[in-house]
């Protein structure tokens, strides 16, 4: 199983972006698909999840400002930012959970994809 992330870059500061995150192999579901981020020299926290029925959580500092959403016959996450802020550059990472029906389920992370905004 592979989850490529894309959709990182430079923006100035109240500008946009989305995120996209692609699950391949051999899935037999996934569960919860999300993001993390971490900035330089900090520890690694959450930013958005989405379950396969579709109920979501935000962390506290992108509510009203990102959207997670999720397209289960293409095993792909999606996080539509909006007034992005320059705390917000990080490295976004793409997490699902994932059953593969063999191995059970279990964690598995993206590459991630590299957010910088600008003042």
């Known amino acids: 199983v592979q989850l490529q992330a894309s959709g990182g870059g430079l923006v100035q500061a109240g500008g946009s972006l989305r995120l996209s995150c692609a699950a391949s192999?051999?899935?037999?579901?996934?569960?919860?698909m999300g993001w993390y981020r971490q900035a330089p020299g900090k520890l690694r926290e959450l930013v958005a999840i989405?379950?396969?029925?579709?109920?979501?959580n935000y962390a506290d500092f992108v509510k009203g400002r990102f959207t997670i959403s999720r397209d289960n016959a293409k095993n792909t996450v999606y996080l539509q930012m909006n007034s992005l802020r320059p705390e917000d550059t990080a490295v976004y990472l793409c997490?699902?959970?994932?059953?593969?029906?063999?191995?059970?389920?279990?964690?598995?992370w993206g590459k991630g994809t590299l957010v910088t905004v600008s003042s």
């Open positions: 997490y699902a959970h994932i059953s593969t029906g063999v191995t059970g389920s279990m964690d598995y």
């Open positions: 192999g051999s899935i037999f579901s996934i569960n919860v």
């Open positions: 989405i379950r396969s029925a579709g109920s979501t």
